[in-house]
């Protein structure tokens, strides 16, 4: 069965830096786009950035570019969110999902606190 699993969350300091990462199964991984979804205690998740098939092409909130970056691996089936210069507004839950939005992972929780 399709699984994502992410990890990578925590509690980090303004200004601070995290890789967060989303392993899956359970499908052909290189054919589909992926992405990044957050969501705020209180808000609507909100998509944060998006990654082709292929890597080539990537998209981003536009609060937050400049400061992440998604990239992906085919041969580990995995995609990343490097975050850096990290805000008190970016603390949410951040989800992976398959590019139909027909699965999420179940979340890793980011806190940004001094």
């Known amino acids: 069965q399709v699984q994502l699993v992410e990890s990578g969350g925590g509690l980090v300091q303004p200004g601070g830096s995290l890789r967060l990462s989303c392993a899956a199964s359970?499908?052909?991984?290189?054919?589909?786009?992926m992405s990044w979804y957050r969501q705020a205690p209180g808000k609507e998740r909100e998509l944060v950035a998006a990654?082709?098939?292929?890597?080539?092409?990537?998209n981003y909130a536009d609060s937050v570019k400049g400061r992440f970056t998604i990239s992906r691996d085919n041969v580990k089936n995995t995609v990343y969110l490097q975050m850096n210069s990290l805000k008190p507004e970016d603390t949410a839950v951040y989800y992976c999902?398959?590019?139909?939005?027909?699965?999420w992972g179940k979340g890793t929780l980011v806190t940004v606190s001094s």
């Open positions: 999902t398959r590019g139909d939005m027909s699965y």
């Open positions: 359970g499908f052909t991984f290189s054919i589909y786009p």
């Open positions: 990654i082709s098939s292929t890597g080539g092409i990537t």
